[in-house]
């Protein structure tokens, strides 16, 4: 079935320096990505999303790159802060079609070095 | 300010009973999701409403039930026959039901007495 994943479930990083969360997904009909944040104890806070007629997109301080050859997108985060610290996911889902199909990642869980 | 309130944020429930997971929006949005997270995976999609007075079926709906009767609302009720119910549940609207961020709640956190 679809998946999508993360590569690494968790990422130390030190405080200052640049983040980069990747994941990959299965189908290659995928056409909207979303990274959401979530704190402990929780829900999901959005960040940035990105669709397929994109190959990067920027917020504030983020960063999202998007892969399609190989189905691969990053997030990556500017001058990483303690407040950063939280749990990362990927979600991405099917061409203008009902959120219900979008297929969520596990999370990789970034820490900041002092 | 606006947003999704869900409630309890704990809840202990017996063997052989029912327990109802409360979830209210004041965004204005059509849809609304309830989605489950367990340890190491991916939120996985339980039920679904596009509108008002209609619902759908997510990949994981056995045990479970919703209904929406007001716009705002959309209750999870965890019956006894959801055998494994400990997780984290995460209730979330969209202003319609298509492909574009989700907004969340804070979660409840089921567990077994």
């Known amino acids: 079935g679809e998946s999508v994943g993360l590569h690494l479930p968790t990422l130390s990083v030190q405080e200052g320096d640049n983040s980069i969360i990747n994941c990959a997904y299965s189908?290659?009909?995928?056409?909207?990505f979303i990274w959401y944040k979530q704190e402990s104890g929780k829900g999901p806070q959005f960040i940035i999303d990105i669709r397929s007629n994109m190959d990067k997109r920027q917020g504030q301080r983020v960063t999202v790159l998007l892969n399609k050859t190989v189905k691969h997108l990053s997030l990556q985060i500017a001058a990483t802060q303690p407040g950063d610290s939280a749990v990362y996911f990927c979600?991405?889902?099917?061409?203008?079609?009902?959120?219900?199909?979008?297929?969520f990642g596990s999370g990789t869980r970034l820490s900041i070095r002092p | 300010d606006g947003g999704i309130t869900q409630s309890p944020k704990y809840l202990f429930r017996k063997e052989g009973q029912n327990v109802t997971l409360s979830c209210e929006q004041n965004l204005n949005h059509d849809a609304m999701y309830w989605y489950r997270q367990d340890p190491g995976q991916g939120l996985r999609l339980i039920y679904y409403?596009?509108?008002?007075?209609?619902?759908q079926k997510g990949d994981i709906a056995e045990g479970y039930s919703v209904s929406r009767e007001k716009k705002e609302s959309f209750p999870l009720t965890v019956t006894s026959a959801q055998k494994n119910p400990t997780a984290f549940y995460l209730c979330a609207s969209s202003i319609e039901d298509l492909n574009q961020p989700q907004h969340f709640g804070d979660g409840t956190r089921l567990s077994i007495l």
């Open positions: 189908n290659s009909a995928s056409d909207y």
């Open positions: 409403s596009q509108i008002v007075n209609d619902f």
């Open positions: 979600a991405a889902g099917g061409p203008y079609s009902s959120a219900s199909k979008i297929i």
